[in-house]
């Protein structure tokens, strides 16, 4: 079988761990257990990694089309053959009477999926082929009273199935047809090997709890502002994204997936980065979250611990982990032949000067909902801030580039956003504050970035100081609050990169990236909205919105050529960046 598109897939979550459903009917990827777990599923990225193919029999031609359920991640797809038409309504089960927020405190670890007959008869495939360890075991399935039982290295599954399998070489498979009004039940439940049983729930009710679990939050998320339903379809994604146990929000739910088909350029996004906790914090803000807005500010406090002279880590583990250590899977394929396949990311011991920003941004946007200000929040904060004086030294930047480090402008004007950040909640964060000192340093970052950062021969803001190189990671100057959009300089660098970096409305990292960079489209219309050309940004911004695959997903770019999407999916920041971007639609001035 031919890779899927990468747009082709459908998200399941349980707000613990995520599976991918092909518009074809395969589960190609699941991470039982958590996000960045190993993989059961890995045919995403090898075809002999393992799947479960839940479709209409190879031959029959069908017509999809598919759609999440009533405001869930619960996906129901309707196949459509020459002879009849059935259903799949298929979800990662909700704990049984969970509502709202609780939703993955205490996943049952459960795949269900349930065929219904709607006209006719339609004959379907049911192919099950588990391959735990990123497709290193080969396991031994055992048939017994509708069901197979696996026991693979640290794992059990058990699939219950109501149609006869025949079991041989490490696959199950079967036949069956479903006529109107029948209804076929499957589950597949997971354990670790040498614990309890893998928990049983009945998937025809368990679905419909699972829906209400999901509908249960709606009325918590009260948002006002312009393309209201669009911001609460992406909300709910975001929520997806989210390890429950901790709050915290992964890049993405996948790795490897690569930025060009056949490149190297290929990371494992599936942990939770500081570089994104300002723009993730943003949009659960707008969306009226404030448990999850807590939860995820308590997250980077605890996963930070007390801070010192050496950077603070730019990613941790969804549970707080800050060794990342990146290995390959060199086994696996890749992804359209995309090697190598990375567990662990590198990038988790660069410098990268912007993420003391991120923290101290969204503590003065919380200020509010702060509370009494605990003596260990109080010594990152602080810590934070000194963090940001040493702005004069090279970093990765938002980029992550792997090398000695540059002087990029985000970077330090994200600097400057945690200084004055730092500045305005002093009061806050005790006798080790020093805003004197912060303020003037504040002010030294802002003097050197407007007037070292413009380039006259260019006429813009340049990525790095010195460069004649425009980056789009300079959008971020006005939403860190260091410049206006309206000012003359930052007009003339938003205009330079709507014209020299944009290729079919999509907005590109750098003149020669060879994608749109989602994020950075939705920076363009803020931008554009900050600087008050609120018709060309509300045009942009639906022609983007537009870009998402037919159930709302968006992954890390997109081709302007062909439209596909590539790198990891579904990317949390594209999502948050259009709620910020919708809200900045409707209240400009916004942080």
Known sequence: MSEAAIADYGLLSDCASAAL???????????????????????????????????????????????????SLVLRTVHRTG????????????????????????????????????????????????RPEYGLIVPYLHCRDGQVFTTAGPLALALRAPVPLDCARGRAVGEFDVAAGQV???????????????????????????VESWRAGEDLHRYD??????????????????????????????????????GTDNYDYRYAWLRDFFLTM??????????????????????????????????????????????????????????????????????????????????????DRLGDVTEELRALLVGLAEQATHWREP??????????????????????????SAVKIAPLLGPRADPQR??????????????????????????????????ASVLVLPASGMVAATDPQMRATIEAIATGLTTDGLVRRWPDDPAGFVICT???????????ETERAAALFERTAARANDLGLFAEQIDPRTGAHLGNTPLALSHVGLIAAAWRLTKPTFI
Request: aromatic content about 8%; glycine content about 12%; some cysteine.
């Open 522 to 532: 939705f920076w363009l219309v803020e931008c554009l909205a900050m600087a008050g």
């Open 438 to 471: 912060w303020a003037a340093v504040r002010d030294e970052i802002r003097r050197t970035v407007l007037r070292d950062g413009w380039n006259e021969r260019v006429g813009a803001y340049t990525g790095t100081i010195g460069s004649s190189e425009l980056d």
């Open 21 to 71: 459903v092909s518009r074809h009917g395969s589960v190609d990827w699941w991470c039982p257990g958590r996000f960045d777990a190993p993989s059961v599923f890995g045919r995403l990225l090898d075809p002999d990694a393992g799947h479960w193919t839940l479709c209409p029999v190879p031959g029959s031609d069908p017509r999809t089309e598919r759609a999440y359920v009533d405001g």
């Open 395 to 420: 970093d990765a930047g938002m980029w992550e580039e792997r090398g000695s480090g540059r002087h990029y402008l985000a970077s330090k004007a994200m600097c400057w956003g945690a200084l004055d």
């Open 225 to 262: 502002g312009r393309y209201r339903d669009l911001v609460r379809q992406h909300a709910l994604i975001v929520q997806g994204l989210t390890y429950r146990p901790s709050g915290a929000v992964v890049a993405a739910v996948t790795t490897s997936l690569p930025e060009r088909l056949g």
């Open 282 to 367: 943003r949009a659960l803000w707008v969306t009226a979250c404030p448990e999850e807005t807590g939860r995820l500010f308590d997250w980077a406090a605890r996963s930070a611990g007390r801070t010192g002279d050496e950077p603070v880590p730019v990613m941790y583990g969804v549970t707080g982990e800050r060794n990342l250590a990146e290995y390959s899977l060199d086994h696996l394929r890749g992804y359209a032949g995309s090697r190598p396949v990375r567990v662990g990311n590198g990038a988790w011991q660069q410098r990268q000067h912007d993420v003391p920003g991120e923290v101290l941004l969204c503590a003065y946007l919380l200020r």
């Open 184 to 210: 076929f039940g499957f589950d597949l439940a997971t354990a670790t090997a040498y614990g309890p049983p893998p928990r049983r729930l009945d998937p025809v009710p368990a679905l419909r709890d699972t």
């Open 83 to 130: 002879t009849g038409s059935v259903a799949v309504t298929e979800a990662l089960l909700a704990e049984p009477g969970v509502h709202a927020h609780d939703l993955g405190r205490d996943s049952p670890m459960v795949l269900a999926r349930v065929v219904e007959g709607l006209t006719g008869t339609v004959r379907m495939c049911c192919e099950y082929v588990p």
